[in-house]
């Protein structure tokens, strides 16, 4: 299943990725030298975690002998994951005036639960789609490990109550980088000849670490009660893609694979002001 990102989500990201730099670029100046709150805390998330892998087969090296020499084979599968996170963070948060407004630098480690599972249907001419220079059928996971995350938030006091006293609403973005595990599972034909008996076959995995670096965007709700508050939030992480290079040297044939995650969560967390 192809996942679709319109044009005009991809604008809409971007223009809050600048609105809130612009605010918080431009109201820096009149944060005053005093007066600011240090902040630590604990959080806890639901995530809905989604996948995009895409895998090639190119056969296009002239040594290459399958029956599809010259030719480059892709195929792709999404998965989607429903999932939690929990962490610590800590952070600093400075009134800019008396009307409410207020702005927060924030770091923060989450730990991740669940693993999202997907399936690639193949690609060839054979019945099975497991010959020499197709795209071999797979099971594969994405699992992920923990994260760090840097973010600024901008927000102001809900009339009648004010920022330290009541609730306040904000926009946040920032910077997540991810550590995550792939792992695949294939059985397929490594011969020039077809393969047609089951021991014909090889059966192998292959699978690597690597990490993912992402945009978070969003928004939430804080209310305060003496030196502790609650807030809920929601953030929306689109990571970068990352690529890896698989080699068959024997055969003349590498497979380009392309992970491409993206999360949807929504969490509450308890903070620590003193």
Known sequence: MERECPVQVTRTLFGLRCLMVWFCIGTAASVPLQGGDIYVGASAYADRLN?????????TNPQNLSAYQG??????????????????????????????????????????RGVASGGLGGVGASAGRNQLGEVWPENWTLERNRSFGLTARAGAGI???????????????????LGAGFESRYSGCLTETTCTEPEDFVSGSQGFRDTFNGWTVGGGVETKAGAFSIRAELRITDYSAVERVIRFDEQFVSSPLNLDPDS??????LLWYF
């Open 264 to 269: 949807i969560t929504l969490g509450i967390g």
């Open 159 to 177: 009339p009648f109550f004010g920022t330290w006293l009541g609730p306040s609403i904000y926009g946040l973005i920032g910077l997540r980088r």
């Open 71 to 112: 030719q480059r084979l892709e195929d792709e599968a999404s998965a989607a994951k429903f999932a939690y996170s929990y962490g610590f963070l800590a952070g600093y948060k400075v009134p800019l005036s008396v009307t409410g407004l207020y702005v927060a630098l924030e770091g923060d480690m989450l730990r991740h």
């Open 51 to 59: 996948v995009l892998y895409k895998k090639v087969i190119d056969n």
